[in-house]
Structures are given as structure tokens and as C-alpha cells.
């Protein structure tokens, strides 16, 4: 919508001074030219698709309220323009009188368009007599505030609702594939999740359609362009995220169901070496108890009756097709059988670690007689009887390690010194 500006010629002269012929025609057009345009503006804001909504809605909280003012305003805008209309048949008609205007002429059209006050429209807004160009100025605020409120009722419904409706076709989706993994409210913490989602879109559609400007966000600082600003999407998009949330939580209940059977063969073998590992354990404990004197053995438990229990129930979901129970047991069970089999092993290297000991001190003392015999020296008398001390000690049962590991000992030294004798002393040859 146009602003009337200064009048042509009107820099030049004093207040008071009447406009030539020339400047008065160049006005008048300029003001018809304005008031088609001003006419174009209003027309074309009557016929706006979101005045007809917001016209026929049933609206409520702050729309409610705006939307009332609005009206108001509208009303007293196309009243202005009435008087707008009346003022410019006024101007037309003064010119029109004759060709050639006589000064009396000019005075006239000079004080209708510079000075004259046109009467109140009768609005409620206080406002009183003005000038034309107030006049205008006047219908450039009216315009403006009335266009930004039905713009942005326009946008937030052009925008909300159809984004709504397709988050709720993919929340119908999403809960129909739930239902055929079992996942439903109550029994599950994901289809109470829906429940929630379904609410809340309801809701929001509900409010979006009775109350847009509740979800208009104006600009930082506000907007000299009228519908400045963007929909206000946050509870929207929180929606849309913990949707999301559910849908990935149900793709991995779908992932339980297609490899359920093979999950629970590998956990069935994990548990399975497990107690093959505790019962040779077990059985290694009696052989260490046999054959190894003054050590401590360690006791060995029995298998895990939780974890078979478990297992249990995991293949009655299974049977059962409750995936949504399923799929955190497996989990849990995956992590469990795991460390289950890892104290196994941990305990057979307990139990066996004396034989393992005296497996290495019979290598030790092995290894240096070879040692003795490839120099030559194997018949040498300390290293002999140290050697079979030691090895009447290792090869009983049964065998005192504490006393083995000394004997071992000793015959290292012999045999180190018994070899350090061997070697040919400074200057010396081979």
C-alpha cells in the first residue's frame, strides 16, 4: 500500500502559499494513483485465503484475541477508506469545475489536499479528525497490522497441520509394527512411548487449528514487513525425534526376532564350554590334590543355575513370539555367558597352576643336565647328586613344590659352577 508523499512543487513554497495549476493536476493524479492502489490493497486482503479462515474458525486463546482487534481494525480501515474515497470525489469534483482553474479554485484544492480535515471514521481507537495525508499514513498501519496477523495464521496452517498429518500416517505405521513384535502399552516401554506421541499430536493438531498465533514466532527485534517470522515447530519436531527414538528401538526388536534362534545356539554353546571348562577344573583341582604337596588350591564352583534359568526363559519368549522381552535378555544373557566362561577358564588356570610350576621346573632342570652332557661334564659328582635330589623330588607324588623349587635351585649353581670351570681362563685356548 503507497504513502502519499509531498506534493509536487509544495518544497517551494510557504505553508500558506496555493498550488499553480500545473502542481494541482500533477497532485490530484498522483492521489488517484494512490487511492487504485490503496483500493487494489484492501481488495485483495478481503479476499485472502487466511481472512476467510480465520473468519470462519472457531478460534480460541491468543488467535482468539488478535483476530477479534483485527476485525475492529478492518472495520475502521475500510471506514478510513471511505472517507479516503470521499475526500479524493471532493478534490475531483473542485477540478472538474472548469478548465481553467481560477485562484479560488486552487485555494480550494491546496487546502482539501494540504490542510483539511477530514472527519472521524467513528472507529473506537480514539482516533479524531486528520489531513489526508495523516489519512494515509493512518491506512499504511491499520493494513499492515491486520495483513501480519491473517499472514501468519496463514502460514502456521499452511505449514502445522499437513506436517502433523504425516508424522501421525508414520506414527500409524510405526505402532502397527510394534504390535506385530508384541510391543504395546503397558508391556512395553516403547508402546507406552507411542501412547504419549498419539496424545500429543492430537493435541497439538487440536490447538495449531484453534489458535495459530500461539504458534508464531516473531523475528528478533520484529519486522517492518507484515507476517515477519516463522511457525513455531518445537513441539512438533520434539514429537517427530522421539518418534524416531521408537522406531529404531522396534527395527532392533525386528533384528531379535530374524536371529533369536541363532543367538540362542551361541549362547547355548558359550554355557556349554563353560561347564565343560569348570568340570575339567574341577577335575584338575583332585589331580593337583594328588600330586602337589604344601600349596593352596582353590576351591571350584559349580555352574551358573541363574544363567540356565535364564536361557530357559529366553527360549519360552522365543516360543512365545514375545520379541520386545526377548530382545534385552538376549543382551543381558550375551554379556553374561561371556563372563561366565571367562571365570571358567580362569579358574582351570587357578587350580592347574602347580602343575604348571613343577612342569616348569622338571624343564628347567632338563634343560641344564642337557646342558652338562653336551660339555662333557654330566659326570661330574656335586652336579649328579644335586640333579637327582631334585629330580626325586619333582617326580613323586606328593611333590613338594617348596622344596623342589629349592633343590632346582641348587642344582643350577652347581651346574653353573661346574660350567664356569669348563671355560678357559684368560689368554687360555679352546
Given at each position: 500500500?503507497?504513502?502519499?508523499?509531498?506534493?509536487?512543487?509544495?518544497?517551494?513554497?510557504?505553508?500558506?502559499?496555493?498550488?499553480?495549476?500545473?502542481?494541482?493536476?500533477?497532485?490530484?493524479?498522483?492521489?488517484?494513483?494512490?487511492?487504485?492502489?490503496?483500493?487494489?490493497?484492501?481488495?485483495?486482503?478481503?479476499?485472502?485465503?487466511?481472512?476467510?479462515?480465520?473468519?470462519?474458525?472457531?478460534?480460541?486463546?491468543?488467535?482468539?484475541?488478535?483476530?477479534?482487534?483485527?476485525?475492529?481494525?478492518?472495520?475502521?480501515?475500510?471506514?478510513?477508506?471511505?472517507?479516503?474515497?470521499?475526500?479524493?470525489?471532493?478534490?475531483?469534483?473542485?477540478?472538474?469545475?472548469?478548465?481553467?482553474?481560477?485562484?479560488?479554485?486552487?485555494?480550494?484544492?491546496?487546502?482539501?489536499?494540504?490542510?483539511?480535515?477530514?472527519?472521524?471514521?467513528?472507529?473506537?481507537?480514539?482516533?479524531?479528525?486528520?489531513?489526508?495525508?495523516?489519512?494515509?499514513?493512518?491506512?499504511?498501519?491499520?493494513?499492515?497490522?491486520?495483513?501480519?496477523?491473517?499472514?501468519?495464521?496463514?502460514?502456521?496452517?499452511?505449514?502445522?497441520?499437513?506436517?502433523?498429518?504425516?508424522?501421525?500416517?508414520?506414527?500409524?505405521?510405526?505402532?502397527?509394527?510394534?504390535?506385530?513384535?508384541?510391543?504395546?502399552?503397558?508391556?512395553?516401554?516403547?508402546?507406552?512411548?507411542?501412547?504419549?506421541?498419539?496424545?500429543?499430536?492430537?493435541?497439538?493438531?487440536?490447538?495449531?487449528?484453534?489458535?495459530?498465533?500461539?504458534?508464531?514466532?516473531?523475528?528478533?527485534?520484529?519486522?517492518?514487513?507484515?507476517?515477519?517470522?516463522?511457525?513455531?515447530?518445537?513441539?512438533?519436531?520434539?514429537?517427530?525425534?522421539?518418534?524416531?527414538?521408537?522406531?529404531?528401538?522396534?527395527?532392533?526388536?525386528?533384528?531379535?526376532?530374524?536371529?533369536?534362534?541363532?543367538?540362542?545356539?551361541?549362547?547355548?554353546?558359550?554355557?556349554?564350554?563353560?561347564?565343560?571348562?569348570?568340570?575339567?577344573?574341577?577335575?584338575?583341582?583332585?589331580?593337583?590334590?594328588?600330586?602337589?604337596?604344601?600349596?593352596?588350591?582353590?576351591?571350584?564352583?559349580?555352574?551358573?543355575t541363574a544363567l540356565h534359568e535364564q536361557l530357559a526363559a529366553a527360549a519360552g519368549?522365543?516360543?512365545?513370539?514375545?520379541?520386545?522381552?526377548?530382545?534385552?535378555?538376549?543382551?543381558?544373557?550375551?554379556?553374561?555367558?561371556?563372563?561366565?566362561?571367562?571365570?571358567?577358564?580362569?579358574?582351570?588356570?587357578?587350580?592347574?597352576?602347580?602343575?604348571?610350576?613343577?612342569?616348569?621346573?622338571?624343564?628347567?632342570?632338563?634343560?641344564?643336565?642337557?646342558?652338562?652332557?653336551?660339555?662333557?661334564?654330566?659326570?661330574?659328582?656335586?652336579?649328579?647328586?644335586?640333579?637327582?635330589?631334585?629330580?626325586?623330588?619333582l617326580w613323586s607324588a606328593p611333590c613338594d613344590l617348596r622344596a623342589a623349587e629349592?633343590?632346582?635351585?641348587?642344582?643350577?649353581?652347581?651346574?653353573?659352577?661346574?660350567?664356569?670351570?669348563?671355560?678357559?681362563?684368560?689368554?687360555?685356548?679352546?
Open positions: 500500500m503507497g504513502v502519499l508523499g509531498p506534493f509536487p512543487g509544495s518544497a517551494e513554497r510557504p505553508p500558506g502559499q496555493a498550488l499553480d495549476r500545473e502542481e494541482a493536476d500533477r497532485a490530484v493524479e498522483r492521489l488517484s494513483a494512490e487511492y487504485e492502489a490503496i483500493e487494489s490493497s484492501l481488495q485483495a486482503l478481503q479476499d485472502h485465503a487466511g481472512r476467510r479462515l480465520l473468519e470462519g474458525a472457531e478460534l480460541t486463546g491468543v488467535t482468539r484475541e488478535r483476530w477479534a482487534a483485527t476485525e475492529r481494525s478492518l472495520t475502521a480501515l475500510w471506514a478510513d477508506f471511505d472517507a479516503y474515497t470521499a475526500t479524493l470525489d471532493t478534490v475531483r469534483a473542485v477540478r472538474e469545475r472548469r478548465r481553467w482553474l481560477s485562484p479560488g479554485d486552487l485555494a480550494e484544492l491546496t487546502g482539501l489536499l494540504r490542510d483539511a480535515q477530514i472527519p472521524a471514521t467513528g472507529a473506537a481507537d480514539g482516533t479524531g479528525p486528520c489531513t489526508l495525508r495523516e489519512l494515509v499514513a493512518r491506512l499504511n498501519t491499520r493494513y499492515a497490522r491486520a495483513l501480519d496477523t491473517i499472514v501468519a495464521a496463514d502460514a502456521v496452517w499452511s505449514t502445522l497441520p499437513a506436517r502433523i498429518d504425516l508424522l501421525a500416517e508414520e506414527l500409524r505405521r510405526t505402532r502397527s509394527l510394534a504390535h506385530s513384535v508384541g510391543v504395546r502399552p503397558g508391556t512395553h516401554p516403547s508402546g507406552d512411548d507411542l501412547e504419549d506421541i498419539t496424545g500429543e499430536l492430537t493435541r497439538l493438531r487440536a490447538e495449531v487449528i484453534t489458535d495459530p498465533l500461539a504458534f508464531w514466532v516473531a523475528p528478533a527485534g520484529g519486522s517492518a514487513a507484515p507476517g515477519g517470522g516463522r511457525p513455531d515447530t518445537t513441539r512438533y519436531d520434539r514429537a517427530a525425534r522421539a518418534l524416531e527414538d521408537v522406531r529404531r528401538e522396534i527395527e532392533a526388536v525386528l533384528d531379535v526376532r530374524q536371529d533369536a534362534e541363532a543367538r540362542l545356539m551361541r549362547l547355548r554353546d558359550v554355557l556349554s564350554r563353560a561347564e565343560r571348562t569348570l568340570t575339567e577344573a574341577r577335575q584338575a583341582r583332585g589331580e593337583v590334590l594328588a600330586k602337589i604337596a604344601s600349596c593352596e588350591v582353590p576351591a571350584v564352583s559349580g555352574p551358573s519368549f522365543r516360543r512365545r513370539a514375545q520379541w520386545h522381552r526377548l530382545s534385552p535378555l538376549l543382551d543381558r544373557l550375551e554379556e553374561s555367558a561371556e563372563d561366565e566362561l571367562l571365570r571358567a577358564r580362569e579358574s582351570l588356570t587357578a587350580v592347574t597352576a602347580p602343575l604348571a610350576v613343577r612342569a616348569e621346573l622338571r624343564g628347567r632342570l632338563d634343560a641344564y643336565r642337557a646342558e652338562l652332557a653336551r660339555r662333557g661334564l654330566a659326570g661330574d659328582p656335586l652336579p649328579g647328586e644335586r640333579y637327582d635330589a631334585a629330580r626325586r623330588l629349592a633343590a632346582v635351585a641348587r642344582y643350577q649353581r652347581a651346574a653353573a659352577e661346574a660350567l664356569a670351570g669348563e671355560r678357559p681362563g684368560p689368554g687360555g685356548g679352546a
